[in-house]
């Protein structure tokens, strides 16, 4: 009933900058946090940051100050601007959200399919 498509991964350079776009689709009375993981080959998936429905803002040590996640509730959206990037950086890129269908259902935990981030030169 709800998905969530991630777009605009891709390679970048070391040093350069990549913005992420996350649209929830489908029957949506409410989306609650909206936030980005990512997990690396061989390990965990990890929260990379995090925003409330009132643009409360949460992120992980390894990214503050260089990404900043943000959100367009008209248009369903939650973007990850990613600026001087790491090799470290690279992983396969989820979004995820908390998302009511009607007035009367709790919100369900929504992942999308991922999008892969690739820091090399």
């Known amino acids: 009933q709800v998905q969530l498509v991630e777009s605009g991964g891709g390679l970048v350079q070391p040093g350069g900058s990549l913005r992420v776009s996350c649209v929830a689709s489908g029957i949506i009375f409410r989306i609650d946090d909206m936030g980005w993981y990512r997990q690396a080959p061989g390990k965990e998936r990890e929260l990379v940051a995090v925003i409330s429905s009132n643009s409360m803002t949460n992120y992980a040590d390894s990214v503050k100050g260089r990404f900043t996640i943000s959100r367009d509730d008209a248009k369903n959206t939650v973007y990850l601007q990613m600026t001087s990037l790491k090799p470290e950086d690279t992983a396969d890129y989820y979004c995820?959200?908390?998302?009511?269908?009607?007035?009367?259902?709790?919100?369900?935990?929504?992942w999308g399919k991922g999008t892969l981030i690739t820091v090399s030169s």
């Open positions: 995820n959200a908390m998302i009511k269908s009607s007035a009367v259902f709790r919100p369900m935990n929504y």
